[in-house]
């Protein structure tokens, strides 16, 4: 196993002198690197690993500190919260003994050895198996093997699970087909002859009848964003509730999870939205987060909570009138909420009199079933994308009590055959 400059004797040394490292300083810090006498390579490569350790804490927090890192491999790698949950579901699951095919630098290694998982990290790329190696070091349950994924089938006891990412992206261009991934998706199911339990992180708009019919779905969201769907089988599954699909949300402290009870097969088309009622617009709209609308989960989820549709085409929901907002905090953490101040035709001249009155100085455009741009919108709107100065500020707050709100939104959409905008408050 080749090891990397950033392993180097030299490439260390530097980096425990960095001490309170600030990006300011890189050009500085290079230069006086140089002058003492160090090769330009191992200087080049300490800097790159700096500057890939400040990127990567927005997935893992402080401890990215102490990891190392490609620049494939952070792009690829899940945050720490998606590797937790994931370590989480082996556990309870009762898997002890996991496999992580094509480990990257091993940041899903990393996870199930901090949850107590014996841990076998496959990686072919020998540089890159010795970063996993450094990033696993403290935990000697866990075994880098240098060599190709498909080797697992040797190992001996084989693990009880196995966990794969297949790379969907080569030379920067997008591999759409499952069968174009790097291992093929069909390939990676065909490993359940080593074990009946696989966890198989996907893209979330894979269509499902790429799915096994006898597999769960997982639809993955974090602070709003749909980050991954993951195919769970065997014992996996089962620990879902079977076959099927549902949505979980986290949070850096809870996991809510919904589902269809009438969905056993990932499959199935969706339980369609009209068993849901439409409504119209009254105090409050409400965008759900994608992955319930992704994972076909978002009927069932209006009928628990009383929701109705604003459009059978759209997924915004309304409240009926006199209903007050759920307190359940499940449902916050899975909705992103706006109260309704004025409803008007879509019309930017409008529009942009409006805006100046209630004094907005942000404004959030969402755009849903008609053909508008958001940033050509904001530019009618006079508002640029730019925050106003103190004197605009000063302005604003002479105009009344409209003033008062500084945050705003306009939800543009279009409902029955109507084009309407929506001024808001967006709710927490």
Known sequence: MSEPVILSPAAQELLGQLGDF????????????RSAGYEAEVVASVMTQVELRRKAQAKFGPQAQNLYFTIDGLEQASRSLIANWHAQQWRQAGITHVADLGCGVGTE?????????????????PETAALTKANLAPYPEATVHNTDLFEVAKLVPRPQGLFADPARRTNGKRLIHPDQWLPPLPQLLSLREVSPNLMIKVAP???????????????????????????????????????????????????????????????????????????????????PDPALVRSGTLASFCEDYGL?????????????????????????????GFKVLEVQALKPKALKQRVTALGWDQVDILVRGVQVVPEQLRTQLGLGGKKKGKAAKRKTAQRGHESAHQHGAIICARVGEDHLAFLCEPLG
């Not at 600030?22 to 690197?33: D, F, G, R, V, Y």
């Not at 915004?316 to 449902?331: K, M, R």
């Open 22 to 33: 600030s990006p300011e300083n890189t050009l500085q810090i290079a230069q006086k690197w």
């Open 109 to 125: 290694s990393l996870a199930n050895a901090q949850h107590g998982l014996k841990v076998e990290a496959f990686e072919i790329d």
């Open 205 to 287: 708009g894979l269509a499902r009848e790429h799915f096994p019919a006898d597999s769960h779905v997982a639809y993955l969201s974090v602070a709003g964003s749909l980050v991954e769907a993951c195919i769970l089988t065997g014992k996996l599954a089962e620990l879902q509730g079977g076959p099927g699909r549902s949505a979980v949300i986290l949070t850096s402290d809870h996991t809510y999870r919904f589902m269809d009870s009438d969905c056993r097969n990932p499959q199935a088309e969706p339980v369609h939205l009209d068993r849901v009622h439409q409504a119209a617009p009254g105090d409050y709209l409400f965008e």
């Open 308 to 336: 109705s549709l604003l459009d059978e085409h759209l997924a915004y929901l309304v409240l009926p009138a006199g209903q007050e907002i759920p307190s359940d905090p499940a449902f916050k953490a899975s909705i992103q």
